[in-house]
């Protein structure tokens, strides 16, 4: 499960709300591994530990290579910044664990195709089969100033690990990704214009401000109408 997004566009708030969801319902052996620790879980329901980067590890991929030998069910990688993290991150998803982590990427499809790119040329066809079990969601956000000048809202685009999105990474269609969130909204998908287009009508966020944020224009006006 990754959240991603540019910096600043509040990516650990959203994990630390997906985390205390988990927490608070589920016994669980939770281990999170950040830099810096930006929130304190309550253990709950669940046993939580959380390792700080450069405190008690010295990166991400020593603490996640030794957090997998601790049994854990639910492991939160406060950011994927280096081939090495992303390949224990996916490895230890496609084993069962639940993963949650960040990427610093646009969209969704950006987010597939930069953990692809994470690998040589000679391991693709190995990783994609590894993604298409592995991945369960993607949620990519940017904060948009408020109409009424009282801080930001998140638009949001959403994509879920379907057996057709996951047969799409299989035969390296990371392309036509897209297309299969706009056409899954029944699924829970949602593109990043369908989320700018809600809160423009529901006056939160201006309509030139979604026009200046889209990256499909003309499907934005489209979905604004008139």
């Known amino acids: 499960m990754l ?8 990516k650990s708030t959203t994990l630390a709300a ?24 309550g253990a709950g329901a669940a046993l939580v530990e959380q390792i700080e980067v450069g405190r008690d590890t010295p990166s991400f991929a020593d603490a996640l290579r030794a957090a997998l030998r601790q049994n854990p069910d639910v492991i939160l990688v406060g950011e994927m910044r280096d081939p090495e993290t992303i390949a224990l991150a996916v490895t230890a998803a496609e084993t069962g664990h639940l993963v949650f982590s960040t990427l610093h990427t646009g969209d969704a499809v950006q987010s597939v195709s930069r953990i692809l790119d994470a690998y040589p ?14 991945l369960a969601a993607v949620v990519s956000q940017q904060l948009i100033p408020r109409r009424d000048g009282g801080g930001r809202v998140p638009a949001v685009e959403i994509l879920i690990g379907t057996d057709a999105v996951r ?6 269609q990371t392309e036509q990704i897209a297309g299969q969130i706009g056409i899954s909204r029944q699924r829970g998908m949602r593109t990043f214009e369908a989320s700018l287009a809600e809160l423009v009508k529901a006056g939160h966020i201006e309509r030139a401000e979604a026009r200046a944020r889209a990256r499909r224009p003309q499907e934005l006006e489209a979905l604004l109408g008139p």
């Open 3 to 10: 959240v991603t997004g540019p910096a600043g566009s509040g």
């Open 18 to 41: 997906l985390l205390a969801l988990v927490t608070g319902k589920r016994r669980a052996h939770v281990i999170t591994i950040e830099d810096p620790i930006e929130y304190r879980h």
């Open 121 to 134: 040329p000679g391991q693709q066809a190995f990783v994609r089969s590894q993604l298409a079990v592995a």
């Open 167 to 172: 047969n799409l990474i299989l035969k390296g």
